[in-house]
């Protein structure tokens, strides 16, 4: 293996490897450690996890972000030798036979030929279903090629894949040319995590393995990277400040997920029926499942406010509440519920304090319950967080039949953590196609809430599954880009400051709004007031149904807390000039010390910018 440390292998000491093998086979290895989609996942079968895009399938809701990326890219493809009609043109005299081969002898089982492809092109060709990321349009994908029967068909081509020639780089083709030959595609997607120094080792003549081992320099324990250490097998949940975030269950937790698993399957079949019949009562093929406890339930509210604000229709929403009183309340906004008692008996009902703690983990096993019981009886999926808004029907962005069919689709989360690799799938919003496969899946998910509560995340574990079922099941998954328009959330709000004011002015293409990436509800609350996606009033904050009813609680409770906790037009609430705001809010203090005003000036509001 080559390091970027040690004195390359000679060519004329007796080493396998000649200089120019050397020279090649180490740009190979530092181009690839530059490429960024994700951190090193797997490997992927092309039949099985490539979606080979027809355009004429794109004509929809969906804007491809990466259309210039892609353009760009695509006018920069030269194939390097052209092609005749025949196919067989004039041998190039400065590329021969006689040539320098690019691989010795040795590793000819497995290496016959080089080619790079544009990046953009090449999961534009081949949807991964991996986000791609635009800051990355002009970097390259290296297509190696096991066989001389997989080079491309024009022989000009095929020999400058083999070839060394001084005078030209490694050809450029099109991802169509450079794959026409491959019966079978290896997709291996990495990145360069805190400009570490990686190597690649490529191992031919092996058994055949779709996963990708990661040995680092570390220490046994906790601690960062150490260059005096041996290289070790290593989880990918090893951050890069040293801290290992995927480890066993505790037998504490190993119990409690025990105890909850046999009442499910104690309960099972009767669960799932009286189920069947609340689903067959909303006549609907496709289903909006969200969860909530009372401590959450603000935003539930809140939810169901904004959405009857704007016309839009909530008859596909069902709620599963973890507790009585979210249940009436959720009835009170006239929406549709399934409660089960003894299997929600262990989610708390108060709110978490921040992301990741007891609380949090405890929640989310509902969500992982919900969208099992749904998504087994049969029904396609709309899952979301109740921290989220609706501008447009959801469903009519998934349902669009010009979508592309993956099983399951994501909202990008846009953090970039190994623990989310290689998907970055936001667990709060995304849609569930039911079939053998997704029904294994989250059948799994849910045999796996014990690393849940280990892990402090049901997005990390659901990520896991999704990258093995992707590889041992075939199962197709679309993560649409973070520079999409159509689903903001978190990463938007924080750091995409023109995205944030064409969302705030209601000329962007969002259908929803998702408050990710905050530490509790206290946060989403102020930022949904401030972004004037508020609809709830203060007397319904912090109270159950019959408190707030008060003497009209005899009457039938079905919609009836609409006309009470809800306003026609946005609370708007100041709380910050650092964040996005419907109107500026210059007197208000920063939230971050080094924060910058989202506003540089008072600017009136556009008549009509309220929606």
């Known amino acids: 293996m080559l390091s970027s440390n040690r004195p390359p292998l000679g060519g004329n000491d007796g080493n396998p490897l000649s200089r120019s093998t050397t020279s090649i086979l180490l740009v190979l290895c530092i181009t690839l450690s530059s490429l960024y989609v994700g951190v090193i996942i797997g490997i992927h079968v092309a039949s099985c996890d490539c979606q080979e895009r027809n355009e004429s399938n794109w004509n929809s809701p969906i804007r491809k972000v990466e259309e210039l990326a892609r353009q760009k890219a695509k006018s920069q493809v030269v194939e390097p030798y052209a092609q005749t009609k025949n196919d067989k043109p004039e041998i190039s005299p400065s590329r021969n036979d006689r040539g320098s081969s690019l691989f010795s002898e040795s590793i000819s089982h497995f290496a016959q030929g080089l080619a790079r492809v544009s990046k953009v092109d090449l999961m534009e060709t081949f949807d991964f279903g991996v986000p791609i990321n635009a800051d990355s349009e002009g970097l390259d ?222 929640v989310m096993f509902a969500k992982v319950l919900c969208v099992q019981l749904v998504n087994e009886l049969g029904y396609d999926l709309l899952f979301q967080d109740v921290d989220v808004v609706w501008y447009k029907p959801p469903l009519d962005f998934f349902l669009d039949k010009s979508m592309p069919v993956f099983d399951v689709y994501f909202q990008d989360d846009g953090s970039r953590q190994e623990r989310y690799a290689p998907y970055s799938a936001n667990s709060g919003f995304y849609f569930v196609r039911s079939n053998a496969k997704t029904r294994h899946l989250f059948k799994q998910l849910l045999y796996s809430s014990d690393l849940i509560s280990a892990w402090r995340s049901h997005q990390s574990v659901l990520i896991a599954l999704l990258a093995e079922h992707s590889s041992v099941m075939g199962l197709t998954v679309k993560i649409f880009s973070k520079e999409m328009e159509e689903l903001p959330g978190g990463l938007q709000f924080h750091r995409k400051k023109d995205t944030m004011k064409k969302i705030l002015s209601g000329k962007s293409k969002a259908f929803i709004f998702h408050m990710s990436w905050t530490e509790n509800k206290d946060d989403k609350l102020e930022f949904f007031q401030q972004m004037g996606e508020w609809y709830l009033n203060d007397k319904c904050i912090g109270k159950g149904s019959h408190e707030i009813i008060g003497a009209e609680s005899g009457e039938s409770q079905q919609g009836i807390l609409s006309k009470h906790c809800c306003s026609t037009e946005p609370i708007i609430t100041c709380h910050y000039r650092d964040k996005p705001s419907k109107i500026p809010c210059l007197n208000s203090p920063l939230i971050i010390e080094s924060g910058k005003k989202f506003y540089k000036a008072f600017t009136p509001p556009q008549e009509g910018s309220f929606w």
């Open 141 to 362: 994908a290296l297509i190696l090629y096991n066989k001389q029967a997989a080079l491309p068909s024009n022989r000009d081509i095929a020999r400058a894949t083999r070839y060394e020639d001084p005078t030209k780089p490694l050809p450029l083709l099109s991802a169509k040319t450079a794959t026409e030959n491959c019966d079978t595609m290896n997709v291996v997607l990495m990145n360069n995590p805190g400009n570490t120094r990686q190597c690649f080792a490529f191992v031919g003549g092996q058994y055949q393995s779709y996963h990708v081992q990661r040995w680092m320099r570390r220490p046994d324990e906790d601690g960062p990277l150490n260059p005096d250490m041996p290289l070790k097998l290593t989880s990918r949940g090893w951050t890069k400040n040293g801290r290992q975030e995927f480890v066993p269950p505790k037998e504490m937790q190993v119990k409690q997920h025990q105890e909850r698993l046999l009442t499910y399957l104690t309960e099972a079949d009767g669960i799932k029926s009286r189920l069947k019949t609340t689903l067959e009562k909303m006549k609907q093929d496709t289903v909006i499942v969200l969860t909530c406890n009372l401590g959450q339930s603000e935003l539930l509210l809140n939810f169901a406010c904004s959405a009857r604000a704007r016309g839009l229709d909530l008859k596909s929403v069902v709620v599963f509440p973890t507790d009585i009183e979210t249940k009436e309340l959720a009835e009170g906004m006239g929406l549709a519920t399934f409660y089960e008692e003894k299997l929600m008996a262990s989610i708390p009902k108060e709110e978490a304090a921040r992301y990741g703690d007891r609380v949090f983990s405890d």
